[in-house]
Nanobody, 121 residues
Framework: QVQLVESGGGLVQPGGSLRLSCSAS????????IRWYRQAPGKQRELVAT???????NYADSVKGRFTISKDNAKNTVYLQMNSLKPEDTTVYYC???????????????WGQGTQVTVSS
């Protein structure tokens, strides 16, 4: 069993910063990739940022230059540093990971519970 737990969301003023964390725990052999998504009510889910096992990263155009994804392999934790936040960044952020677990050669898809980010003055 694997769990992804997000933290770090909250209320911040426009132009402010937040750092989200996504920690994976359980019977983990290896993590292939971790992605941050966001989804506002009534809108399609948006892929925000990806970090792969080789540390390559990708970002949505809407967050390039403002958000940075990084990871601590020893802690099985991925971070999303969000700077210069805008009101349109307000929504729930989810982490998603492809993980190889003990006893299987397959990659499984896991999701966190989501963390609310609100950017407002």
């Amino acid at each position: 069993q694997v769990q992804l737990v997000e933290s770090g969301g909250g209320l911040v003023q426009p132009g402010g910063s937040l750092r989200l964390s996504c920690s994976a725990s359980g019977s983990i052999v290896s993590i292939y990739a971790i992605r941050w998504y966001r989804q506002a009510p009534g809108k399609q889910r948006e892929l925000v940022a990806t970090i792969a096992s080789g540390d390559s990263t990708n970002y949505a155009d809407s967050v390039k230059g403002r958000f940075t994804i990084s990871k601590d392999n020893a802690k099985n934790t991925v971070y999303l540093q969000m700077n210069s936040l805008k009101p349109e960044d307000t929504t729930v952020y989810y982490c998603n990971a492809q993980i190889k677990v003990l006893g299987s050669h397959l990659l499984y898809d896991y999701w966190g519970q989501g963390t609310q980010v609100t950017v407002s003055s």
